[in-house]
């Protein structure tokens, strides 16, 4: 393989500089730095463990002193009413990409799945897509709607909501334009920003069902429209069927109420399915016999195909697969053993398997998923490797309980072409440099 076959990863500008540090653009001073921890990583295997006292910060904490934080009284309860992470995971944050918003206020940003161990995300690192901004909308003033094909229109408050028995259940909420930027090369060099489109969450709500039968849906109904409440009405048709399947109105993510962010007070979802469906500040369902034909189905969300035809009504997203960790954002740091992670989904059910390929897809192995492995929700996988200062192609290929296999780009551009933003769910190539610099590049 030559360098010609690669693209190199484009690299977001106007990244924070402690986005620098933490692996957005690859500086000639974070090489020198990688260079230079590589080094002191051979020193630690030998040594045997991690962080040696070449790295510490402050010696004196270090064996056989008796460290600072067991010799004094530590802080009381009071100083934290809600909990926030520790001080020292403050890199652990949502990045937007300066150039892929239009306005001045960002429109969406990015979850740092490469500091994900496990399928859960946590609330306040779920990425953020808004149309219009983010509403902010008192619980005591919502109301949800529901009316055309059904025998009683009814208008529901958010008590109402809570008052039907609950259902909780773990779901993968992906963006139709995640990795959308990678369609015609490498382009963003971040695992967050190619692949920080998605978020997977506890839910607790009223399966849409129990909703649409207390109003009544009648037997000529086919379809409803879900409408959001903020400036965008954002706006989509969902089959009947769909609808009264796995759908449900939420009101809660992992153990609390929903972040205004995440639709507060009340969001449908719609497992499995592209995220503009997943209604936040959910304002009404209309029940009918065909399908809306909204902005958001026609102009938007659709896929332009070489023969100038669209496709349409790309719902469910395939399977897909991204190793998280070595990635841009997470380097080698030493030779030795190591342990690869990363993240694989389906639309259309469990991953059944996950394989990687260390070598740009020439050999390939069956990495361990990390259970529990639930159907359209994430899933944690994890292979040991050796690494001595070779060059690595790493790719993964996810695969689930249909029998479905995760693409590659030049595969997927065969039969859709280069003119889509959306469904990119091919499979991800980072090369490892000698150094331990991890690159986005492109191999066809
Ligand atoms: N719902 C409303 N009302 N307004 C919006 O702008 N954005 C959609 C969807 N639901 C949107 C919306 C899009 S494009 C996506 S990808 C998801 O919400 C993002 O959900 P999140 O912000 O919880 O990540
Ligand atoms: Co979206």
Redesign the pocket.
């Known amino acids: 393989m030559t360098d010609k076959t690669r693209t190199r990863g484009r690299l977001p500008m106007q990244i924070p500089a402690d986005a620098q540090r933490q692996g957005g653009p690859v500086s000639a001073a974070r090489r020198r730095f990688l260079a230079g921890s590589a080094a002191a990583g051979g020193a630690l295997a030998a040594g045997g463990l991690l962080g040696g006292k070449a790295l510490a910060g402050n010696p004196e904490n270090l064996p056989p002193n008796i460290p600072d934080w067991s010799r004094y009284l530590g802080a009381g309860v009071d100083a934290h009413p809600y909990g926030m992470p520790v001080e020292f995971e403050s890199h652990v944050v949502r990045r937007n990409v300066e150039w892929l918003t239009a306005t001045s206020e960002s429109s969406v940003n990015f979850t740092p799945i490469h500091e994900m161990d496990g399928f859960v995300t946590p609330n306040g690192l779920?990425?953020?897509?808004?149309?219009?901004g983010m509403a902010i909308v008192p619980p005591e003033d919502y109301r949800l709607m529901i009316n055309g094909l059904v025998d009683r229109p009814l208008i529901f408050t958010y008590q109402d909501i809570m008052r039907f028995p609950p259902e909780s259940r773990f779901h993968f909420?992906e963006?139709a334009a995640n990795s959308g930027m990678e369609w015609r090369g490498a382009q963003l060099n971040g695992v967050q920003y190619t692949h920080g489109?998605i978020?997977c969450v506890y839910y607790t709500g009223v399966p849409l069902k129990t909703l649409l039968q207390e109003a009544g849906v009648k037997t000529s109904a086919k379809w409803i429209l879900a409408e959001?409440g903020?400036s965008?009405g954002?706006t989509r048709s969902i089959p009947l069927e769909k609808a009264l399947d796995d759908c449900m109105v939420v009101y809660s993510m992992n153990g609390e109420r929903l972040r205004a962010?995440?639709?507060y007070p009340v969001r449908l979802i719609v497992p499995g399915w592209e995220?503009?469906m997943?209604?936040?500040?959910l304002r009404r369902i209309e029940v009918g016999d065909k399908a809306w034909y909204h902005r958001e189905e026609t102009s938007k969300y659709t896929d332009l195909l070489p023969n100038g035809k669209a496709r349409k009504f790309t719902w469910v997203m395939d399977a897909k697969s991204v190793i998280t960790s070595p990635s841009p954002e997470k380097p080698m740091r030493a030779e030795g053993p190591q342990v690869l992670k990363g993240l694989a989904w389906s639309g259309h059910g469990r991953i059944s398997r996950v394989d990687v390929s260390l070598d740009g897809g020439i050999n390939w192995q069956a990495a361990q998923l990390h259970g529990p492995v639930l159907p359209k929700a994430l899933t944690f996988f994890t292979l040991p490797f050796e690494w001595h200062g070779q060059e690595l192609l790493l790719q993964s290929r996810a695969m689930d309980e249909t029998g479905y296999v995760q693409p590659r780009m030049a595969a997927l551009q065969e039969v859709r072409g280069v003119n889509s933003i959306y469904h990119n769910n091919s499979i991800q190539t980072w090369l490892v440099n000698a150094n331990g610099v991890v690159d986005n590049v492109r191999l066809g």
Do not use: S, T
């Not at 997943?278 to 500040?281: D, Y």
């Open positions: 779920c990425f953020e897509r808004h149309h219009g909420l963006c489109m978020h959001g903020d965008a954002m962010e995440q639709g995220g503009n997943w209604v936040k500040w």
